[in-house]
């Protein structure tokens, strides 16, 4: 085990910190190095240090214990664990903000709903334009019957009668240090600091209840694959008023027979006879919305990209829309007659160059480089 840091060293205060001040440092290095704000490697091991020292540092007793042995080692059963700190995992980073309670759980204090995730699959001209439609989700909401606090209606929840109110009890402990007090949570009402009496039928007491719910969603033109589109408030409900969680809406994107997308750009092949790319043509290409002309030059070799400015994906943030490129291949014919077949070779004898000689110069370069020239 490492040598361990001052208590007082570790919340940067002096020995005659008043309660207050230990409080406030302690929310300050707790929010700081929280691990679901603060994804730094050794965040998890600061976080547990400061709230060790705050555990030990906020209890009268055991900090009147500190100031006299220090450190104790934790086999030697000082309380439950070192300093009798409880470490029963981090907590919601919400109900330590919000929930008061000087870093332990407040039974009474709001916590925020679970998020959610549904994923949804949208056809590529979808996923360009935008859609707007109803999903339906299964989700825990608050109940209407009880309105989440769980009693039979015409009751209340009653504070529970063992820990009046706090959830916790005090367990006292005779130690070599003294008698020593730590806390668990209360068995009488689980730590919820509430009894329910008589249960609300519909939700037997727990306050919330299972629902369908038709959420409309609407996703804007030139969303992507494994875009995420964020409802606030749709996911699940909170407790004792708390915020409920958010919806993420996580789109696929069906792939296209004909184009395909490359973030604002699209992307289509388009087969060219022979003639027409020796002779150049004018043809028609199919974009997302229309069919546009698009000359083609005398000469054009395959593999030749095109681009149709502005027929792309519309920019999801900003103005305006990305590119459509054409890539024109062309195609050798496979079934010929016996006339195009004798037109052939007398076009092949006419010609008079081959294409090797055509492309002498790239060879010419190409063996230049070998040669290191
Ligand atoms: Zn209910
Ligand atoms: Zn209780």
Known sequence: MAEKRDYYEVLGLGKDASEDEIKKSYRKLARQYHPDVNKAEDAEEKFKEVKEAYDVLSDDQKRAAYDRFGHVDPNQGFGGGAGGADFGGFGDIFDM????????????????????????????????????????????????????????????????????????????QNTPFGRIVNRRACTNCSGTGKVIKERCTNCHGSGKVKKQRKIHVKIPAGVDEGAQIRLSGEGEAGLRGGPAGDLYIVIRVKSHEFFERDGDDIYCEYPLTFAQAALGDEIEIPTLTEKVKLKIPAGTQTGTYFRLKGKGVPRLRGYGQGDQHVKVTVVTPTKLTDEQKDLLREFSGLQGETPQEHHESIFDRMKKAFRGE
């Open 97 to 172: 903000f919000f929930g008061g309670g000087g870093g332990r759980r407040d039974p009474n204090a709001p916590q925020r709903g679970n998020d959610l995730q549904y994923t949804m699959t949208i056809e590529f001209k979808e996923a360009v334009f935008g859609k707007e439609t109803d999903i339906q989700i299964p989700r825990t909401e608050s109940c209407d019957t009880c309105h989440g606090n769980g009693a039979k209606p015409g009751t209340h929840p009653e504070t529970c009668g063992v820990c009046h109110g706090s959830g916790q009890q005090e367990v006292v």
